[in-house]
């Protein structure tokens, strides 16, 4: 079947537009992996470098995406096939098909992540994490990836609930429900980080968050602020793309861009702190892993003033952060298959059954399949199972490839015209050179650094 748009949808109001976006971005990336590669990377002149990356790379790339979308007016494989059929080379259909391929499995590994956030908030709930230690909180949170049946439960419950979502539509089900979550969201986030900055080590969070000691940044350390930016401001994914599609010829696309990085950051930081503070309160270690949120931060909650409450609230604000998300990562898919004149709810199911079938694989790693490394005659999936597999390959290989192609595409091949047409800036003015420069060559120079250091290690 053709490729041919048959449901033509817009955005109810902008900020609908804007809430999704910036939802398709805020998740775990801010409010899990944030705050551990912080700890790991010395705090503040991370967070600096973080930051300079979003708006300098991160802003122009986001345009470009919405850009993309917006041109198209279609999914993320059709805006491409679209353009190519314009004129440009066929290998840019290839952001197409890894715009589709990535949220797809992206959805099946880390809605198992969702689904531990949302057995953690019952966890809290039940005060299972009263008085608890190290090694009590450590056992509790090794039971829960050991029971498999259990956490089957709750990623299904995750899951399936995404897929009902957007099997409802972009208006009914796609906007009503992030209106509702990303104002929560927020609502949630600021209560912590006001209760942990008034009662926890709140000097400790700001000296380590804004306090830089460039001393401990190192090259490496840049290149992961870089994929994190990346990562975090869900680039590469195909929710942007998606998203661009359905808004109105008039919105700024530079303005649009510059709100979702704000509020992407302003997430990011509320999130360091809300747990920062917390973290040095009770001595434990900033830089724990990704086991800081289900291993380490339980340990605060089992003993600080009111840490049932807080505690239960922080993974309700977890799994409202991955739902926003995993949303964005269903409907480029769900999006490409209604472009061919199928039906939204059923594709949408049939999909869901299909990343939830991949998805058991991805959770039985936590236990029955912990120790199956396929892939161990690969030197960077040595010692991973199929989760770390997985994650490595979207995280890793795929994100940071799209990303460099799209970088590639808006520097070098999309036109002056699409450009000025979408973007809203007139050719030759400063706005607009710098967005190519930023695209075209530092953007594509430092993004295809962050690929090699994922794909072959540490150059430097």
Not at 90 to 116: C, E, H, M, Q
Not at 177 to 192: D, E, H, T, Y
Request: with cysteine; proline share 4%; charged share 10%.
């Amino acid at each position: 079947m053709s490729e041919a748009t048959t449901e033509k949808v817009t955005w109810t109001t902008r900020s609908a537009f804007l809430m999704a976006s910036v939802g398709c971005a805020v998740g775990l990336g801010n409010l899990w992996r944030f705050p551990y590669i912080a700890g790991e990377n010395g705090g503040g002149a991370f967070v600096l470098i973080y930051i300079a990356f979003v708006f300098l790379l991160g802003v122009p790339l986001i345009m470009s995406e919405l850009a993309l979308g917006r041109a198209g007016k279609m999914n993320a494989l059709g805006t491409m096939k679209k353009l190519v059929s314009m004129g440009h080379h066929p290998i840019w259909k290839s952001i197409g098909y890894i715009s589709i391929l990535v949220p797809v499995l992206g959805l099946t590994y880390y809605s198992v992540i969702a689904g531990l956030s949302l057995e953690y908030i019952f966890k809290a709930g039940s005060g299972q994490f009263d008085g608890v230690d190290a090694a009590g909180s450590g056992a509790i949170f090794q039971e829960a990836q050991d029971n498999w049946q259990v956490l089957t439960v709750w990623f299904s419950i995750f899951l399936f609930s995404t897929v009902a979502i957007i099997s409802l539509g972009v208006k009914a089900g796609l906007e009503k429900a992030v209106k509702f979550m990303l104002p929560s969201l927020f609502l949630i986030l600021v209560i912590l980080a006001v209760y942990a900055m008034s009662t926890g080590d709140a000097r400790g969070a700001i000296d380590f968050l804004i306090n830089a000691d460039f001393s401990k940044l190192t090259p490496r350390a840049i290149l992961e602020a870089l994929g994190q930016a990346l990562f975090s401001l869900a680039i590469g994914v195909g929710g942007l793309i998606t998203y661009g599609a359905y808004l109105d010829d008039e919105a700024s696309l530079p303005r649009s861009a510059g709100i979702i990085a704000l509020a992407d950051t302003a997430v990011a930081l509320l999130a360091g702190f809300a747990i920062f503070p917390v973290v040095f309160a009770y001595g434990l270690e900033p830089g724990e892993g990704p086991g800081l949120i289900f291993a380490t931060l339980p340990i605060a909650f089992g003993q600080m003033p009111g840490g049932i409450f807080f505690g239960t609230l922080f993974f309700v604000l977890l799994s409202f952060a991955a739902l926003t998300s995993t949303i964005g990562m269903l409907e480029p898919i769900v999006a490409w298959f209604v472009d061919k004149g199928m039906s939204r709810a059923k594709m949408a199911w049939a999909t869901g059954v299909v990343a939830w079938s991949i998805g058991m694989f991805m959770l039985f790693s936590f236990n029955i399949l912990a120790d199956f490394q396929p892939l161990n005659f690969i030197p960077f999936y040595e010692g991973k199972n199929l989760f770390g597999i997985m994650d490595y390959t979207v995280a890793n290989v795929l994100l940071p490839v799209n990303a460099l192609l799209i970088a590639v595409f808006a520097g070098w091949a999309m036109t002056n015209e699409m450009a000025t047409e979408q973007l809203g800036f007139k050719y030759g003015t400063s706005q607009f050179t710098m967005w190519r420069i930023s695209t075209k060559y530092v953007a594509t120079a430092a993004i295809t650094l962050v690929v090699y250091m994922m794909m072959f290690g540490n150059p430097f």
